[in-house]
T-cell receptor, first 112, second 117 residues
Framework: SQQGEEDPQALSIQEGENATMNCSYK?????LQWYRQNSGRGLVHLIL?????REKHSGRLRVTLDTSKKSSSLLITASRAADTASYFC????????????FGGGTRVLVKP | GAVVSQHPSWVICKSGTSVKIECRSL??????MFWYRQFPKQSLMLMAT?????????EQGVEKDKFLINHASLTLSTLTVTSAHPEDSSFYIC?????????????FGDGTRLSIL
C-alpha cells in the first residue's frame, strides 16, 4: 500500500520559479527519500533524510522533515526546463519491513 | 556513484511468451534487490524482494508462479514473466541496495517496458 501521499499531484511553473511539493506518511520511519523520474526512465536518487534530521540541502534542492506532523517537503529553487520530471517520496521504516514505500508522485512541468 | 543496469530496456512479444529481465549491480554487491511494476502516470508498486541465495519474498497479490525471481549472485537478479499476457504489459523497474543498513538509498535500473501483443 502507498504510505506516502504527495501534494500536489501536478505542478506547472515557469523557468526560474521555485517548485515545492509535499509528502505525508502514516507510520514511523527510519528515513525518507526523494527520487526523480524522467519519462520512461528509472528513478534517480535525490536526497535521503534520516528521522533525526530536520533539513538537508543538495545544490538547488532543499528537503525538510517534520516527524511530528509526519510530513516532508522538497523545494527546487530556480527551476530549469531540465527539472521537468515526476518526483516521488519514499519512506523506509520497520512497519514496512525496511522496504521503500512510495508516494503517488508529483509531476512537475517547468516551462521555458 | 552506484550503477544498476537493467536489460532489456524494451520488449515486445506475443502472448504466451516468457520474458526474462536482468538486473545487475555494476560496481557494488547487492544482497537485496527489489522488483517494481509501474503503470502509466502512477507510482511504483513493489512486487517482490529478491535475496541473494534464497527465495524471493513476494508482496500480497503478486503471483510467484507468474513472476519468477532468481538472485543467484550478489550482482544479478532476474525476473521472468511466464506465459505473458496483454495484462502483464507494464514498466518493470529493479533496484538494489549495496549495504545491509536501511539508511542507504536504493539505486534503480532504467526500467524495462514490456508490451505483450
Amino acid at each position: 500500500s502507498q504510505q506516502g501521499e504527495e501534494d500536489p499531484q501536478a505542478l506547472s511553473i515557469q523557468e526560474g520559479e521555485n517548485a515545492t511539493m509535499n509528502c505525508s506518511y502514516k507510520t514511523s520511519i527510519n528515513n525518507l527519500q526523494w527520487y526523480r523520474q524522467n519519462s520512461g526512465r528509472g528513478l534517480v536518487h535525490l536526497i535521503l533524510i534520516r528521522s533525526n534530521e530536520r533539513e538537508k540541502h543538495s545544490g538547488r534542492l532543499r528537503v525538510t522533515l517534520d516527524t511530528s506532523k509526519k510530513s516532508s517537503s522538497l523545494l527546487i529553487t530556480a527551476s530549469r526546463a531540465a527539472d521537468t520530471a515526476s518526483y516521488f517520496c519514499a519512506t523506509n521504516g520497520r512497519a514496512a519491513g525496511n522496504k521503500l514505500t512510495f508516494g503517488g508522485g508529483t509531476r512537475v512541468l517547468v516551462k521555458p | 556513484g552506484a550503477v544498476v543496469s537493467q536489460h532489456p530496456s524494451w520488449v515486445i512479444c506475443k502472448s504466451g511468451t516468457s520474458v526474462k529481465i536482468e538486473c545487475r549491480s555494476l560496481d557494488f554487491q547487492a544482497t537485496t534487490m527489489f522488483w517494481y511494476r509501474q503503470f502509466p502516470k502512477q507510482s511504483l508498486m513493489l512486487m517482490a524482494t529478491s535475496n541473494e541465495g534464497s527465495k524471493a519474498t513476494y508482496e500480497q497479490g503478486v503471483e510467484k508462479d507468474k513472476f519468477l525471481i532468481n538472485h543467484a549472485s550478489l550482482t544479478l537478479s532476474t525476473l521472468t514473466v511466464t506465459s505473458a499476457h496483454p495484462e502483464d504489459s507494464s514498466f518493470y523497474i529493479c533496484s538494489a541496495r549495496d549495504v545491509t543498513s536501511s539508511n542507504q538509498p536504493q539505486h534503480f535500473g532504467d526500467g524495462t517496458r514490456l508490451s505483450i501483443l
